[in-house]
């Protein structure tokens, strides 16, 4: 049976022990849960990569480009508030690779960057939840000894290799640029087409 079809449970424990095969994963972790930010994830590829390389029986950080650290602060959405935290990070970090973003502030950059509109987030969760892939919906963090893990759409596809499609905000290019790197790094992923119905923020 693989892994994608076991009980819940067995699966966040697996997610558990797959992550943690992830040196620099765990240390972005526990560096991140210093920094005290508000509603703070690791997240999108260091998570669901992570679990594909142990899957393919790969090296756990293999394709891995970098960190993303989500965080929700809606008290201050300035860049020099975001900027702040990113320069305060960068010597807990120690020269990893992490990108920071105050998720409260997507909305004031996205449609110039992405040609889409979307619309403010309410938490960290309602980011994660945008984005490109289910698959990609998985945010864990530390609460001392206890593992908060965020996956809407469950995780039976990141466990099976599965990228589906979440046309929630962002739109299709975005989705292939991302599924065709990601192929070329994995090649046994099985990519789901974006349905031809979807529109963006509908």
């Known amino acids: 049976m693989r892994i994608g079809q076991l009980p819940l449970d067995e699966q966040l424990a697996a997610l558990r022990a797959a992550l943690s095969r992830n040196e620099v994963l765990m240390d972005v972790l526990d560096r991140a849960a210093r920094l005290d930010l508000p509603g703070w994830y690791v997240t999108a590829g260091a998570v669901f990569q992570t679990v594909w390389n142990t899957v393919t029986d790969r090296p756990a950080t293999a394709g891995i480009e970098d960190y993303d650290l989500f965080y929700f602060d809606a008290a201050d959405l300035s860049w020099e508030a975001e900027d702040q935290v990113i320069h305060r990070a960068v010597p807990v970090f120690d020269g990893v690779p992490v990108e920071i973003r105050n998720e409260a502030r997507v909305h004031l950059w996205y449609e110039a960057k992405?040609?889409?509109?979307?619309?403010?987030?309410?938490?960290?969760e309602d980011a994660i939840d945008s984005s490109a892939a289910?698959?990609?919906?998985?945010?864990?963090?530390?609460?001392?000894?206890?593992?908060?893990?965020?996956?809407?759409?469950?995780?039976?596809?990141v466990f099976n290799l599965v990228i589906r499609p979440n046309p929630v905000l962002a739109p299709r290019e975005v989705y292939e640029a991302k599924t065709r790197?990601?192929?070329q790094e994995w090649p046994d992923l099985t990519v789901l087409p974006w349905p031809t119905s979807a529109t963006p923020g509908s």
């Open 134 to 157: 289910t698959t990609c919906c998985v945010g864990i963090r530390l609460e001392g000894t206890r593992w908060r893990v965020y996956a809407p759409h469950g995780l039976a596809d």
């Open 181 to 183: 790197r990601w192929q």
């Open 114 to 124: 992405f040609g889409v509109v979307c619309a403010p987030h309410t938490s960290t």
